[in-house]
């Protein structure tokens, strides 16, 4: 990259010059800005202490020394202590001659080393996925792409959460009042049909408490001892003693959610390279936790339950076995951490979890400290912010969860009413309109969600985000959609652009810029890793695409009467929407040939 070599020569100079040692990555370089002429800015009000003078004059003579060494570099100019270096129009059309038509542009090589495992989905099979599983998906997923897009070695994880209390309340809720029901006799997704009862159990077991604190009891020792959760702990029990009834209903039950997730997953466009169970995991985190009571880390109190004791590393104390020997959570993730080093050796363990859990990461990395598990400084927590929808909108069936496909056919539903009302359909066969609403209502979804740095909490709002003009997946996929119509367009004038030469081409303002930002890709795939946002990916193909629609309304194409020129912004039109496709790939986002 040229800013490699421009860092390296201002290093340069600045130890020739003023005789003191930098590292290029100590010195700021930026784009210019748009108002100022050069194509990048560095920052040299630093480097005056050096130079015993005025910021300017360092600038200057930094300038010189740089345009002396490089021959890339055209002119400078400096603005008080900054300075903006001009690169040389051959430069620019070096880079495109060279990149033009290479599909893979801005992707690195994979390397087959130490693998990164990330973690995403996680769900309960007690109940269908939800809008907040919809953000933590695409983040994950994306997050996967744009890892191996940096040249990792990934694999994808999912750790589905298939044992536990929750599990068990809708086991309960099911035979108690469940009558033998079934997804086929229902007409429920399996998914939907288990959390109906989790649901059920959750309302049942609300109106035992009130009864029992209308008999003189407090709110806590009424949740501990309303029968309906006394009930629910003891099948908890007999599924960790393997009883045979209880695990045959477990089997069914999970088996119907599974199908259900594996319907939703689909339609969001997710998918895993390996799926752990906690029911598989929980038990080696038992051993590890009696190991670490036998090694005199950890401690049993005197009902019998084991805890780590976090005090001094400034929390508090944490459960892992329960008095009667269940497991919690903890115990599980501290099986599965095992479980995966143990199968991997990966160089990063990162998992894709909102920031309730912040705690919870704080504490399992600091238990495995204790337990003498070096991998535990390589484990990482992405913890993302909450997403709402606005007041009222979307209301899931227990009224206040919004459930994922209801959200998603609510997005494909009203992708395909503002497509319609906008005529953007008129010439597609049904098929082909059914695949358009899809790709456009799901585009709209990931983008406006993935848009977003992680780390925030954001309000998505449905209507907003298939809006065709604006910061939005379909404006970028009309923008697409565009290019390929412009390029068949041309094919079918006779301009085979994929020979084009760039042999003395005159480069105007909106062709450089477009280029400039195109040339951004590849060092804007290795921010978006480093920041692990996949939003930094979102917003860079939305200023793509933005700069490409304002060349396409200021410059002739096909019109141009040169035919040269025409070949050449044809290639450079092919290059962006090569680009914009790659880009949108890194999010999940398909790109229509045509809308």
Known sequence: MIEKKILEAAAKGIKQLYHQEIGPDKIGIEKTKKNIKGDFTLLIFPFAKFSRK?????????????????????????????????????????????????????????????????????????????????????????????????????????????????????????????????????????DHLVGKYYVLFDQQNKMEIKDLMEKGLTEDEAAKQAPLILEAQEILRKWEARDKDIIQLWKTMNAWVYEGFRETYQSLGVDFDKIYYESETYLLGKKLVISGLEKGV?????????????????????????????????????????????????????????????????VLKRVLKKLNKGYADHIFHLSYGMVELPHGKMKSREGTVVDADDLIGEMIA????????????????????????????????????????????????????????????????????????????????????????????????????????????????????????????????????????????EVPVLKEEEDRKIIFRLALSSFTGQVIQNAMKLLGIDVPEKM
């Open 414 to 553: 009203t992708a395909e009413s503002t497509t319609r009302e906008l005529g953007k359909a008129n010439e597609f066969t049904e098929d082909e309109a059914k695949k358009l609403f899809r790709a456009i209502g799901l585009g709209a979804l990931k983008y406006f969600i993935l848009k977003v740095d992680p780390k925030k909490n954001m309000l998505f709002d449905p209507v907003e985000s298939i809006d065709f003009n604006g910061n939005t997946g379909p404006f970028i996929q009309y923008t697409f959609a565009r290019i390929q119509s412009l390029l068949k367009k041309g094919m079918d004038t006779g301009f085979s652009f994929q020979s084009f030469k760039v042999d003395d081409i005159f480069l105007l303002d909106q062709e450089k810029n477009l280029i400039k930002i195109i040339y951004q890709f590849p060092a804007i795939i290795n921010e978006a890793w480093a920041e692990l946002s996949p939003a930094v990916i979102a917003n860079y193909s939305y200023e793509l695409a933005k700069e490409y629609n304002q060349f396409y309304q």
């Open 298 to 362: 950890l401690v049993r109190k005197e009902d019998g339950s084991i805890w780590a004791d976090l005090r001094e590393d400034g929390l508090d104390e944490k459960l892992l076995l329960r008095s009667d020997g269940t497991s919690v959570y903890m115990t599980q993730d501290l099986g599965s951490a095992q479980l995966r080093y143990t199968e991997y050796h990966p160089s990063e363990m990162i998992y894709v979890v909102g920031n309730e859990q912040n705690y919870h990461f704080d």
């Open 54 to 190: 005025s910021p300017e004059t360092t600038a200057h003579e930094i300038g010189e020394f740089i345009l002396e060494s490089l021959s890339e570099i055209k002119e400078y100019n400096v603005i008080k202590g900054f300075l903006n270096i001009s690169l040389k129009t051959d430069f620019w059309l070096d880079f495109i001659s060279e990149n033009a038509f290479r599909q893979e542009y801005g992707f690195h090589t994979l390397r087959m080393d130490s693998p990164v495992l990330i973690e995403y989905s996680s769900p309960n099979t007690n109940k269908p996925l939800h809008l907040g599983h919809i953000r933590n998906n695409l983040l994950g997923f994306s997050l996967s792409e744009i890892a191996r897009a940096n040249g990792r070695n990934v694999i994808k994880i999912n750790l589905i959460n298939d044992r536990g209390i929750h599990i068990c309340k809708s086991m309960l809720a099911y035979q108690k009042w469940g009558a033998n029901e079934t997804p086929d006799s229902s007409g429920l997704k399996g």
